[in-house]
T-cell receptor, first 113, second 113 residues
Framework: NAGVTQTPKFQVLKTGQSMTLQCAQD?????MSWYRQDPGMGLRLIHY?????ITDQGEVPNGYNVSRSTTEDFPLRLLSAAPSQTSVYFC????WGPGYGYTFGSGTRLTVV | AQKITQTQPGMFVQEKEAVTLDCTYD???????LFWYKQPSSGEMIFLIY??????QNATEGRYSLNFQKARKSANLVISASQLGDSAMYFC??????????FGTGTSLTVIP
């Protein structure tokens, strides 16, 4: 059981470049999310999805797009990278309901220069 | 409003001693889950323990226990017999019936040999 697979683990981008962070889970979880983690800021929700074809914005959605064409995949697109998007990004998934916690991916450390 | 508060930015504990990491929460949901995650310096987020709002007994998982005081809205993590490998960042989280997760800002624990 692979759990949540996030790629790449590390990435350096130039300002203005675009890229996609990949996230895939094999646990048939309905709920998937993307977070960014910055020093002293904890985890901040970027976008989330409650099922295939359904996405919604979180706390800090600007500059990011998501789609959920399948239950398994939830890619995060950076449209035009900015230095303020330098962060560690986590994908997480879970079943629906307050009794279920997240399974996290291993994270992507992104640097925008 | 849903909120998780961790008031201890940093904690120190002597090896083999017990330590309590504080977490208070605010919610009006009748049903909710409380979670603790560990983030070692390697960066991954590791699930430690879960407590349901209707659970009568405090959750335990090995050396981890959750001191759940519903009336006080607190969900403190107790780590017994601390080990050097327990040095990490610890996050408290809550999930209500709206299915969104709410994370605290974390507590950095350092175990002193």
């Amino acid at each position: 059981n692979a759990g949540v697979t996030q790629t790449p683990k590390f990435q350096v981008l130039k300002t203005g470049q675009s890229m996609t962070l990949q996230c895939a889970q094999d646990m048939n979880h309905e709920y998937m999310s993307w977070y960014r983690q910055d020093p002293g800021m904890g985890l901040r929700l970027i976008h989330y999805s409650v099922g295939a074809g359904i996405t919604d914005q979180g706390e800090v959605p600007n500059g990011y797009n998501v789609s959920r064409s399948t239950t398994e995949d939830f890619p995060l697109r950076l449209l035009s990278a900015a230095p303020s998007q330098t962060s560690v990004y986590f994908c997480a998934s879970s079943y629906w309901g307050p009794g279920y916690g997240y399974t996290f991916g291993s994270g992507t450390r992104l640097t925008v220069v | 409003a849903q909120k998780i508060t961790q008031t201890q930015p940093g904690m120190f504990v002597q090896e083999k001693e017990a330590v309590t990491l504080d977490c208070t929460y605010d919610t009006s949901d009748p049903s909710y889950g409380l979670f603790w995650y560990k983030q070692p310096s390697s960066g991954e987020m590791i699930f430690l323990i879960y407590q349901g709002s209707y659970d009568q007994q405090n959750a335990t998982e090995g050396r981890y226990s959750l001191n759940f005081q519903k009336a006080r809205k607190s969900a403190n993590l107790v780590i017994s017999a601390s080990q050097l490998g327990d040095s990490a960042m610890y996050f408290c989280a809550m999930r209500g019936t709206g299915n969104q997760f709410y994370f605290g800002t974390g507590t950095s624990l350092t175990v002193i040999p």
